[in-house]
């Protein structure tokens, strides 16, 4: 999730020393807006399962 600070960062930069908004926001902004979701996705399909190796383990026995 603070990966997409990251492009937050970038996109108030860009702003701050008189960049082009356009690019600030569409590049930028849109890349934090698309990143923010995937890692929620990510944590949300992630938590409580078991790792991989576990699974495979598992299904060995």
Same mark, same amino acid.
């Given at each position: 999730?603070?990966?997409?600070?990251?492009?937050?960062?970038?996109? %108030?930069?860009?702003?701050?020393?008189?960049?082009?908004?356009?690019?600030?926001?569409?590049?930028?902004?849109?890349?934090?807006?698309?990143?923010?979701?995937?890692?929620?996705?990510?944590?949300?399909?992630?938590?409580?399962?078991?790792? %991989?190796?576990?699974?495979?383990?598992?299904?060995?026995?």
């Amino acid at each position: 999730m603070f990966i997409a600070c990251t492009p937050l960062g970038d996109m %108030i930069t860009v702003l701050a020393h008189d960049g082009s908004s356009a690019a600030a926001f569409g590049i930028h902004g849109a890349t934090a807006a698309l990143v923010a979701p995937t890692g929620v996705l990510t944590l949300r399909e992630t938590r409580g399962r078991p790792a %991989i190796a576990e699974r495979l383990s598992l299904a060995r026995q």
